[in-house]
Each structure stands twice: as structure tokens, then as C-alpha cells.
């Protein structure tokens, strides 16, 4: 099944990851409209197509799951979605050219599960490295709306818009939802003082484990369909939106971390378990060793990951990084750059 022969182009694209999702929750269905601070950080999803000449291949469409060590053939059309569901549904939906013949490589450090929007920035990179394929270019903004499109309508799931947006635009983004799923984004642009800083102040955690909630998310997204929009539970998430970007635009690191645990605890008030067993030990320890703020990233539940966000002295940092690890085996500090740029493509010369 595996494509050997030289490729006739090389197309590339990257897309990172989110964190610190302030006011997660609200940019869904059934909240209507939302407000959402996110922050677009590396480790990246990276996408690599390598076009061949149709002639000379057996399958025309060939997916590399790089993570899980799989290769695959796939049906452009109509095929069944036995390995990568995802994957293989995006390649279906961007309906690419007749004579197209490639391999489709994806591979990103984050760990599966992580509760970074690892799956929406996944998708990001390879709907844009696709449509590399067709004349013409979707917006980033485009390329997120598809991106979502594909992991509601075609597959089913309860998905909301801030990852994908995050992964398109990258930065630190605050995003108006004024009616699901439209939205608009503003990137809060701060000088290098303040981007440095916050860069070196934050902290992600891995649980060890991956995200794993669907029933106790089925049971918060029935009250809070059942509660409407005005919700004031929601309201609660919103407000923390607004007080992040504000926070970040006047470098005001405590305002920040203040913003991340308020969203924590809106989170848990929707259901106790969205901040779980081995979360709350994270939390304590960063409060022990004096971190301004904690978010739970993502909607909530057993596994997944927290952003932290430190004080002002990097040995403190370090310090508490040492005593997360060393808390229990499975939790584990990874490493995060903030990305100046979304979705980046390019075609190797």
C-alpha cells in the first residue's frame, strides 16, 4: 500500500494547537452566541501531501497516521470510515481533483486526548494542504467553519467553533460568536514585553490520560439546552472572556490568572466532575507554589490537560513543574511556544 515512487510536489502545512480556552462552553449550539479567549501555542499539527503521477501508483489516496504508525488507502467518495474518521471524512468533503494521486502524512506532538484541540487543529492543516490541491484559497476563517462543519454534520459530534478558529488564526485570539456558528475574531496584538512574558509565565500540564467525558458532557449539554442561552452559568464563562482579553492588553498577569480560575470554577459549577480527581491536584499544587491561575483546558472531564500561568520568578516556575511531575507518573509539563502565525502553506521548491 505504500507509495515509493518520487513525488511530482510536495505540499506543507501547519496548524497549532489551543489553550486556555476562557469562556469554552459558550461557543456551541446551544448557547447561541458567545465570548471566548484562546491562546494559539506550539506544538503544531503538521500536515504533508506528497503528489504522484495517477499512473503510477496503485491507490489514488493514501493516509500516513504518522502517531499510530497506520497507513491506509482510502475512497475519495463514498468510502467507508473504518480507521481515521476524521481524516477520511475531510478528504471526502473537499472533493479534491479527479487526476489527483498523493499520500497525506499527518503527525503532531501533543498527545492525543489532550484537550488542546489537537483534532480541530488536525483537520485545519490538512482541509488547507487540500485545498492547496484546487484553484482558488479559503480564508483561514473559512478553512475553520469547514473544519467544524465537517465534525458536525458529517460525523455527528457536539463540537463548538473556538478550536478551529484558534487554529486558523493562531495568536491570542477573543472571539464574539453573535449567532452559532458565525463569529468574529479579533487578535489582540500586545507588544514583545508582554507577549514574552506571558509566553514564559505559561505552564501545560498533561494528565497522563487522554480526555475522556462524553457522558458527563451529555448530561451538562442537557441542562444547559434545557436552560436556554441566557443561562447564567454561561453568563459566568462569558465574563471571563472579557476579563482575559483585557487582562492581556494591559499586561495584567494577575487580572489573567484570576480570569482562568473563575472559568475553572463556572466550569465545575456546570458539573463537578468537568474538573476532575487528578485536575484538582494540579490545582493545588500550582496554589502551593503561588501560580496566579489555573484553567482547565477544554470543556472539562476526566484526563486531558491545564494551563497554568505562573508568577514572577522562573525557578518558582520550574519548581512547581518538578513537584507536578513528581506527584504521579503520568503527569507530565509539555513544552509551548506561542505561535505568531494559524494556518501556515507552502509548496517545497
Given at each position: 500500500?505504500?507509495?515509493?515512487?518520487?513525488?511530482?510536489?510536495?505540499?506543507?502545512?501547519?496548524?497549532?494547537?489551543?489553550?486556555?480556552?476562557?469562556?469554552?462552553?459558550?461557543?456551541?449550539?446551544f448557547?447561541?452566541?458567545?465570548?471566548?479567549?484562546?491562546?494559539?501555542v506550539?506544538?503544531?499539527?503538521?500536515?504533508?501531501?506528497?503528489?504522484?503521477?495517477?499512473?503510477?501508483?496503485?491507490?489514488?489516496?493514501?493516509?500516513?497516521?504518522?502517531?499510530?504508525?497506520?497507513?491506509?488507502?482510502?475512497?475519495?467518495?463514498?468510502?467507508?470510515?473504518?480507521?481515521?474518521?476524521?481524516l477520511?471524512?475531510a478528504?471526502?468533503?473537499?472533493?479534491?481533483?479527479?487526476?489527483?494521486?498523493?499520500?497525506?502524512?499527518?503527525?503532531?506532538?501533543?498527545?492525543?486526548?489532550?484537550?488542546?484541540?489537537?483534532?480541530?487543529?488536525?483537520?485545519?492543516?490538512?482541509?488547507?494542504?487540500?485545498?492547496?490541491?484546487?484553484?482558488?484559497?479559503m480564508?483561514?476563517?473559512?478553512?475553520?467553519?469547514?473544519?467544524?462543519?465537517?465534525?458536525?454534520?458529517?460525523?455527528?459530534?457536539?463540537?463548538g467553533?473556538?478550536?478551529?478558529?484558534?487554529?486558523?488564526?493562531?495568536g491570542?485570539?477573543?472571539?464574539?460568536?453573535?449567532?452559532?456558528?458565525?463569529?468574529?475574531?479579533?487578535?489582540?496584538?500586545?507588544?514583545?514585553n508582554?507577549?514574552?512574558?506571558?509566553?514564559?509565565?505559561?505552564?501545560?500540564?498533561?494528565?497522563?490520560?487522554?480526555?475522556?467525558?462524553?457522558a458527563v458532557?451529555?448530561?451538562?449539554?442537557?441542562?444547559?439546552?434545557?436552560?436556554?442561552?441566557?443561562?447564567?452559568?454561561?453568563?459566568?464563562?462569558?465574563?471571563?472572556?472579557?476579563?482575559?482579553?483585557?487582562?492581556?492588553?494591559?499586561g495584567?498577569?494577575?487580572?489573567?490568572?484570576?480570569?482562568?480560575?473563575?472559568?475553572?470554577?463556572?466550569?465545575?459549577?456546570?458539573?463537578?466532575?468537568?474538573?476532575?480527581?487528578?485536575?484538582?491536584?494540579?490545582?493545588?499544587?500550582a496554589?502551593?507554589?503561588?501560580?496566579?491561575?489555573?484553567?482547565?483546558?477544554?470543556?472539562?472531564?476526566?484526563?486531558g490537560?491545564?494551563?497554568?500561568?505562573?508568577?514572577?520568578?522562573?525557578?518558582?516556575?520550574?519548581?512547581?513543574?518538578?513537584?507536578?511531575?513528581?506527584?504521579?507518573?503520568g503527569?507530565?509539563?509539555?513544552?509551548?511556544?506561542?505561535?505568531?502565525?494559524?494556518?501556515?502553506?507552502?509548496?517545497?521548491?
Open positions: 500500500m505504500s507509495i515509493e515512487r518520487k513525488p511530482q510536489r510536495i505540499i506543507h502545512s501547519v496548524a497549532p494547537i489551543r489553550i486556555c480556552d476562557n469562556g469554552g462552553w459558550t461557543d456551541t449550539w448557547a447561541e452566541h458567545g465570548t471566548i479567549f484562546n491562546i494559539g506550539y506544538p503544531y499539527a503538521e500536515v504533508q501531501i506528497q503528489i504522484f503521477d495517477r499512473a503510477e501508483v496503485e491507490n489514488r489516496i493514501v493516509i500516513h497516521a504518522e502517531n499510530y504508525g497506520e497507513r491506509f488507502a482510502v475512497a475519495p467518495v463514498g468510502g467507508t470510515w473504518t480507521h481515521h474518521p476524521l477520511e471524512a478528504v471526502e468533503y473537499m472533493t479534491v481533483p479527479d487526476d489527483a494521486a498523493f499520500e497525506l502524512t499527518i503527525y503532531c506532538d501533543a498527545p492525543a486526548g489532550c484537550s488542546t484541540g489537537t483534532s480541530a487543529a488536525v483537520t485545519v492543516a490538512v482541509i488547507g494542504a487540500l485545498d492547496m490541491l484546487s484553484p482558488g484559497r480564508t483561514p476563517y473559512e478553512v475553520a467553519l469547514t473544519a467544524q462543519r465537517i465534525e458536525t454534520e458529517m460525523l455527528g459530534q457536539q463540537c467553533i473556538q478550536d478551529q478558529l484558534c487554529s486558523a488564526f493562531g491570542i485570539n477573543y472571539i464574539e460568536m453573535f449567532q452559532y456558528p458565525h463569529a468574529a475574531v479579533s487578535q489582540i496584538q500586545v507588544n514583545n508582554i507577549w514574552w512574558e506571558l509566553e514564559r509565565r505559561l505552564v501545560l500540564i498533561f494528565l497522563g490520560k487522554a480526555h475522556s467525558s462524553s458532557h451529555e448530561k451538562v449539554i442537557a441542562e444547559l439546552e434545557g436552560a436556554g442561552p441566557d443561562n447564567p452559568k454561561l453568563d459566568a464563562l462569558r465574563n471571563t472572556a472579557r476579563t482575559s482579553r483585557d487582562a492581556v492588553y494591559a495584567d498577569f494577575a487580572s489573567l490568572g484570576q480570569a482562568m480560575s473563575d472559568n475553572t470554577a463556572a466550569q465545575a459549577d456546570l458539573h463537578s466532575e468537568l474538573v476532575g480527581a487528578d485536575a484538582q491536584i494540579i490545582i493545588d499544587l496554589r502551593a507554589h503561588g501560580a496566579l491561575g489555573w484553567k482547565v483546558n477544554g470543556a472539562g472531564g476526566d484526563g490537560s491545564l494551563t497554568l500561568l505562573t508568577g514572577n520568578l522562573s525557578w518558582q516556575k520550574r519548581e512547581l513543574i518538578r513537584a507536578i511531575e513528581a506527584a504521579s507518573p503527569f507530565k509539563s509539555l513544552p509551548i511556544y506561542l505561535s505568531r502565525h494559524g494556518l501556515r502553506l507552502w509548496e517545497a521548491a
